[in-house]
């Protein structure tokens, strides 16, 4: 355990004593959000980011850490545990390399070697092995053993054959050497299996593909992998120097010779010692070291997959909140109707209903008219409507009815179902919202998203919000850990109103779990609103322990206390009431009172508990307290007479909302119930390494039209608004020119050829086909 603090301080860049001061905060059960805000004296001010990858890398190092307990326990029991063997496991830095280390002591079912041991031919290997001079089958002659099943000299040297290719074949050192040199130089050759062209249309990109192994990016890798569960795809590991003739030794088979000094002079034993050699690379390392690095390709794949999920849902949870303004819901629907919500300014049910505009019904005017009734009646602000079947032709309605009545100032959003089903079935919304229906529960989730994106979506499963990227094919342990990290870390640094907010928001606030949630809840159902912060000990089962770590993240607007609306924690309520004294101010009226605020020096305030940084946080909450860090509330608006593919042409310059960003570009809703792709390639005339550093989930872009595919239901767009469609549009200069990018192509969505030369990269209409269209499909959740 000592090694940890300073192996993490290495790879993050900071002193041993700030990862030593945060591991002592974990470990007390301290939350990564309170540590970000309120112990930046303790941790040398580390920001929520990098106590993220410490908390991570920290978990890593301690498994690996009982890891090798195990084995050195293991290994000693075994009575085979030597200082050279233990120094070698104890300076083994990675779980591969502690495993390559303990392959030979690992307890397993008798093998051939074993049998081969058993049998005595344990000497006749080491012998051909230390003296190739002597002849194999005159050596072999005299370990004969028909009652152990060694009957002639054929039977004898497969034994030792056998006792050889294990030990070689055990060694860590050629292991890692071996491993480093197939992720270096190898090239990944993928083809589809005969017969399952037409099956595995979806991956025709892959049917005959080439790519170096260590530069896949991860939607590629885990497209070639799924292809191979669904038994459409076949691959193999090449290198330079491979022949298909089974005859001709693979490189590999050299450097194991090379390693165990085996070479071939002619001698007696050279030529057998020589297929031993052959026998090792392919019967036993082969397969599996190229299912050590597909493991690693895979585990590279998903870790990015799972960031770029991760990164998507932040986005999504930190959109801008419209605010306490009352709202009308609907969720639309073709022959079943429009199912309607009413939900007031803070967010409850206020009425419900349906309204059938469309097809068979097509009680369009009577629908206009309701909407009028309810949108008077309750003094309605905006209109939510689902992007799901029947958006447009909703979104139609709902313009129509501006049209009608301007007097009533609507603004028409769409917004994302996402999820919306799966939390109206969901058994808190049975909770939240027993009396109403499954499907108008949908509707009033609609809403209250457009009302406040984070409160509403906290209350589903962050896997169900679907912005991910083969979300399926990652390990969910991981995924789950990662989402819920990003969940945590957008809650809190919002904060949440501590009367308003619901169980499931409150669960995800630093220091609190469902049931203190729930208790919460109970206890303001008892006794009425909070007025202190205080009142929080009061609570069953809230101790002083989750107090210091909830409380700063709970608001009370309208509080005793007017610091109790704000992020400053109330175990520094005494450093503000320092501030008011020395000033001889009150309390209260330092609150926003920003030219005198920013006159104070922070220094002047400083105590033994808390320093220079905690105490510039407390002056700027004070400037504005609980501010919103999330941006200012605006929506796209949609197109006339664009609401389906047909509508679409190449051309068009359209406005829309980004739903989802991948690895290779980014979705945009244009509203027409497909979302088109802007590929990375397009999304500036800059190179752009990594899509993110141009647009995020909800922002609101114009595009171009490039190139509608109507029966894939594909649309390629540009953020590059003086594109041509059918023209080339090669990047232009400068995208291949950062050092960032190594070769030109690289790491931008390249295809490589096969030769080490990574073409260009394309314009959308070329990503748009096979693999990429799959891309498509799997990135927004459809499986």
Known sequence: MIRIPARIAEELGVREQQVNATIALLDEGATVPFIARYRKEVTGALDDTQLRNLEERLRYLRELEDRRETILNSIDEQGKLTDELRNDI????????????????????RTKAQIAREAGLEPLADTLYDDPGQDPETVAAGYLNPEAGVEDVKAALEGARNILMERFAEDAELLGRLRDYLWNEGVLKVSVIEGKEYEGAKFRDYFDHREPLKKMPSHRALAVLRGRNEGILTYGIAVEGESDDRRVPHPAEGKIAAHWRIRDDG???????????????????STQLETDLMAQVREAAEAEAIQVFANNLKDLLLLAPAGPRATLGLDPGLRTGVKVAIIDATGQVAGHGAIYPHAPKNQWDQAIEQMARWCREYNIELVAIGNGTASRETEKLVADLC???????????????????????????????????????????IARRLQDPLAEMVKIEPKSIGVGQYQHDVSQVQLARSL????????????VDLNTASAPLLSRVSGLNPGTAENIIDFRSRNGAFRSRKQLLEVPRLGPKTFEQAAGFLRISQGENPLDRSAVHPE????????????????????GDVSFLRSLNPEDYVTERFGVPTIRDIIAELEKPGRDPRPEFRF????????TLNDLKPGMTLEGTVTNVTNFGAFVDIGVHQDGLVHISALSHDFVKDPREVVKA???????????????????LSMRLDDKPGESNRPERGQGDRKAAGKPGQGAGARDNGKGKPKQQQQPQGAMAGALAQAMASAKGKR
């Open 90 to 109: 104890n300076a083994a830095e990675t779980k591969h390399r502690l495993e390559d280390l303990y392959l030979p002591y690992k307890p397993r079912r």
């Open 267 to 285: 001698r007696p034993a050279d030529r057998w010692l020589s297929e031993v050699v052959r026998w090792t690379w392919r019967v036993k390392l």
């Open 403 to 445: 049209k009608r009545y301007p007097e009533l100032k609507l603004n028409r959003i769409v917004v994302s179902e996402s999820g919306a089903s799966i939390y109206s079935a969901s058994e808190f919304a049975s909770r939240e919202l027993p009396d109403l229906d499954v499907t108008i529960r949908g509707a009033v989730s």
């Open 484 to 495: 819920d990290a990003v969940v945590e870390d957008c809650v809190n640094g919002v904060g």
């Open 572 to 591: 520094a309520y005494g450093v503000v009431a320092a501030i008011a004294e020395k000033n001889a101010r009150k309390v209260a009226d330092l609150v």
């Open 636 to 643: 796209a608006s949609f197109q006339e007479g664009v609401e």
């Open 698 to 716: 909800g922002d609101i872009v114009k595009v171009k039209v490039m190139d509608v595919d109507i029966p894939r239901k594909r649309i390629a």
